[in-house]
């Protein structure tokens, strides 16, 4: 008897979700993009030009744009995420950047117990941290000719002269604060020259645009998803909050299934979709999440380093020509090393671009980026609270590296 009721609910189950099986075969797509960031919509924007448009684009949040993301703060709009274009290499982009010049930073930087380095001493350690990459590009350049093996950039800066605390700060400005990761963990043979500079040029433009660095990814989505009256995309190629859990390389169990007839791929909310492909756009920071697993597991690692802004009340660090970058040297490495004056980058430049005017731009706007304010590795960033800021270490930070006694407390953090 139970065998029989088992047999029942088995067939009852069965044919229940056969009308919604064979609907769904009836509209599978040819090509699954697994995220809606700059890399998966610029596929998909790809596979439509070249006449693939049965595509259908699984993103996780409730919008597109991936790490590139803007938020408002002190009534300005800045870049959460992805905040740089790189390689411009002079070409026009619909989009208002700030061109970074580093040419006067060793006149601002500043020592761990105060005030400014001579600069004539800074500067030799920025010469020092120039000769050592073009040994670094040359002996790259060697290996790759010869053949041989990958290795690390620091094993490359061992065969060098060790330098102290100074060059220590000018190297994670050049390499950590570039890669993400320190030189001990960074290949030699993949960053030195760095491909993108040597094929596109060294351009480095930060983007200080009110519409955000996202406004990007939606002109690219615009092109090939229907949009209604409003602007706003409602293609229903492109589904949100569409979270997907496992990816394995077998048939059964899984919840990317690879099988004669494609790619059987499963989301966190029950839904089952197929294609005869699937390709994962999703950046190396979502992968360690574990929000997607894979078997076996993807060997590669991505940095965490956090954005502070910080509002005040007023201005209490030099201004003018050559203050878009200082830079401050402490024994650990990483700690508060590079900030950034965010008015110097986002008012009006020459030509009348986007921006904002210096009556409607916030004096006081500052960014710091640090690699200590949070434990680095763990796959949720821990960002230093309001109190902590406000009270402690890096209002010290300021004082010290200011020598100025009484500086303001941030109105905005």
């Not at 596929?43 to 030009?49: C, G, M, N």
């Not at 870049?79 to 274009?85: C, D, F, K, L, M």
């Not at 894979?294 to 020509?321: S, V």
Request: glycine share 8%; net charge negative.
């Amino acid at each position: 008897m139970v065998s029989v009721l088992l047999i029942v609910i088995v067939i009852f189950l069965g044919l229940y979700d056969l009308p919604q099986t064979m609907a769904a075969r009836a509209h599978t797509p040819t090509v699954i993009v697994v995220g809606a960031g700059m890399s998966g919509i610029t596929a998909a924007k790809t596979l439509s030009d070249a006449g693939i448009k049965n595509i259908l684009i699984l993103e996780a949040t409730n919008r597109i744009g991936g790490r590139i993301r803007k938020t408002n703060f002190a009534g300005v709009p800045v870049e959460v995420g992805a905040s740089w274009v790189e390689g411009v290499n002079g070409e026009q982009i619909c989009l208002r950047t700030f061109y970074s010049d580093f040419d006067q930073i060793a006149s601002h930087t500043y020592k761990q117990i105060g005030g400014l380095y001579e600069e004539s001493v800074a500067q030799e350690a920025y010469d020092a941290a120039d000769e050592r990459s073009a040994f670094s590009q040359n002996l790259s350049i060697s290996l790759s000719c010869q053949g041989q093996e990958d290795i690390s950039i620091l094993a490359s800066q061992r065969l060098q002269n060790e330098l102290g605390n100074l060059f220590i700060c000018v190297d994670y400005y050049t390499y950590d604060y570039e890669f993400g990761e320190p030189p001990r963990v960074t290949s030699l043979l993949n960053t030195e020259p760095l491909p993108t500079f040597t094929d596109f040029g060294e351009d480095l433009c930060l983007v200080a645009d009110p519409r955000g660095f996202e406004s990007v990814v939606y002109y690219l989505a615009k092109q090939f998803l229907t949009t209604n009256d409003a602007g706003d995309i409602t293609d229903p190629r492109l589904k949100l909050n569409k979270i997907i859990t496992y990816i394995q390389r077998r048939l059964a169990g899984t919840e990317i299934q690879y099988s004669e007839r494609g790619v059987v791929v499963k989301t966190e909310d029950g839904s089952v979709y197929e294609a005869a492909y699937v390709m994962v756009s999703v950046s190396l920071g979502v992968l360690q999440t574990n929000l997607i697993n894979f078997e076996p597991d993807l060997p590669f690692n991505m940095a965490i380093y956090t954005k502070i802004f910080l509002k005040f009340p007023c201005r209490f660090w030099p201004t003018g020509n050559g203050t878009e970058f200082f830079v401050y040297v402490h024994e650990k490495r990483g700690y508060y090393t590079p900030w950034q004056p965010m008015p110097q980058t986002y008012l009006f430049q020459d030509g009348g671009q986007i921006g904002f005017s210096k009556d409607h731009f916030p004096t006081g706007l500052l960014e710091l980026i640090s690699a200590s304010s949070i434990r680095l590795g763990h796959p949720s960033a821990e960002f230093i609270s309001r109190e902590n800021i406000r009270a402690g270490n890096i209002m010290v930070m300021f004082t010290v590296r200011t020598s100025q006694v009484g500086v303001p407390s941030p109105i905005f953090t």
